[in-house]
């Protein structure tokens, strides 16, 4: 294992780097001054801007952005969440993919959030992960109606209900947002789903049930067929590598000692290779660009990564937790420290050096997602979750 370990003494405000040198500038004065570090074009302008407050987004490989805005509405003395669901192709070039009213139509008074988005491989169909919010218990939708009670709340004194959870569900989308359903399902969605993903064949898409840990699941929409994969096995936690129609797994089921390993599971032949015996997960498993790499934290500090091709290549870095994504060359991550839900600063970590610098002016951002290509960064800001795109070249 190659250890990688900064000097800190260097690093005394959260691992930033320090100015890089001093320059003497002449002409019958001397001038001392620190020269900061070197700025990069995702320190510019944003080159697009949406000023929604995006719950969830996604980037195509064409680096078009599905994202959901959250919308709260009050019908009468309910307060529910309803999201639409957009598409931008450019500055300007947004259209509304989903309508919450046509999508979910009322009565009944029921809400939908929209925890995660994510695009086929083909950029032509969207996998929506929601949370349903079904009326509290004693709401009568058909009484109310009689009174003329389902209209907007603007003058009721009366305490708000809050709806209750209805469960998780998988919803099928097609590029121009209509719905792609199961073939003879009894339910209109997929229930119970977590994680939902198109796999490249196109017809086959991938989800989670239960957990942690967690069973995979695979349906093909067109002929309705829903399988258990690897029956009999659960995992920790599963990152999908759709375009290879494969997924990387923690998982302790696969070993009679019960010792946790990453395993690599062809998601179509139902074939497990062993990548990689590890002693502990803290969290956080990500995959490189290529496939070739995966990392996650080992502990509280240290980032191991491991090579998917080539077993006992681990690199091992200090880096602080938190959640991060991959340079296109794989030589550096991009770290956003602390817990999901909490806004940082965003840095580039060397895996090989060592390296900590900021991006962005050190702003704090709530979430963040590195393009297909590497070459672009979507943000969203803390508060009203606007949504930034920059260059990362």
């Avoid at 792609?180 to 198109?198: C, D």
Wanted: include cysteine; aromatic fraction near 8%; charge should be negative.
């Amino acid at each position: 294992m190659t250890e990688i370990q900064p000097d800190f003494r260097t690093n005394p405000q959260e691992y930033k780097r320090m100015p890089l040198g001093i320059a003497w500038i002449a002409m019958g004065a001397v001038a001392l001054c620190m020269a900061c570090p070197a700025t990069t074009p995702a320190q510019d302008m944003p080159k697009m801007v949406i000023d929604d407050d995006v719950q969830a987004f996604d980037i195509a490989p064409d680096n078009s952005i599905v994202y959901a805005v959250t919308h709260i509405k009050g019908v009468k003395r309910l307060v529910i969440e309803r999201d639409d669901v957009f598409v931008a192709s450019g500055p300007g070039k947004i259209r509304k993919l989903l309508e919450a009213n046509q999508f979910m139509p009322m009565p009944p008074p029921e809400g939908f959030r929209v925890d995660s988005l994510a695009w086929s491989p083909d950029g032509q169909k969207i996998a929506m992960n929601m949370t349903l919010q079904l009326p509290p218990p004693g709401w009568d939708d058909k009484n109310r109606k009689k009174k003329g009670d389902l209209g907007d709340d603007e003058n009721d004194n009366e305490p708000p209900l809050a709806g209750v959870g209805g469960g998780r569900v998988l919803v099928l989308l097609d590029a121009d947002g209509h719905e792609i359903k199961v073939a003879n399902s009894k339910t209109r969605f997929i229930e119970g789903a977590v994680g939902g993903t198109w796999l490249a064949d196109g017809k086959s898409v991938a989800y989670l049930t239960g957990g942690p840990p967690y069973t995979i699941m695979c349906a093909r929409p067109e002929d309705g067929k829903i399988t258990e994969l690897f029956a009999g096995h659960t995992f920790q936690t599963v990152v999908w590598d759709a375009k290879h129609n494969r997924a990387f797994a923690i998982s302790d089921s696969l070993s009679l000692t019960g010792r946790l390993s990453i395993v690599q599971l062809d998601l179509l032949q139902e074939r497990i290779s062993v990548v990689a015996d590890i002693q502990t997960y803290q969290g956080g498993l990500s995959l490189s660009p290529s496939g070739n790499k995966i990392g996650y934290f080992e502990d509280g500090d240290n980032i191991d990564v491991v090579d998917t091709r080539h077993r006992g290549d681990v690199i091992r870095v200090r880096a602080g937790f938190g959640r991060f994504g991959w340079s296109r060359d794989e030589r550096r991550i991009l770290l956003k420290r602390g817990p999901d839900e909490r806004s940082n600063i965003l840095l580039w970590v060397g895996l090989y050096d060592g390296s900590f610098s900021s991006i962005l002016h050190d702003l704090q951002f709530h979430n963040f997602e590195i393009a297909p290509d590497a070459e672009a960064i979507a943000v969203t800001i803390p508060g009203k979750r606007v949504l930034k795109v920059y260059d990362l070249r």
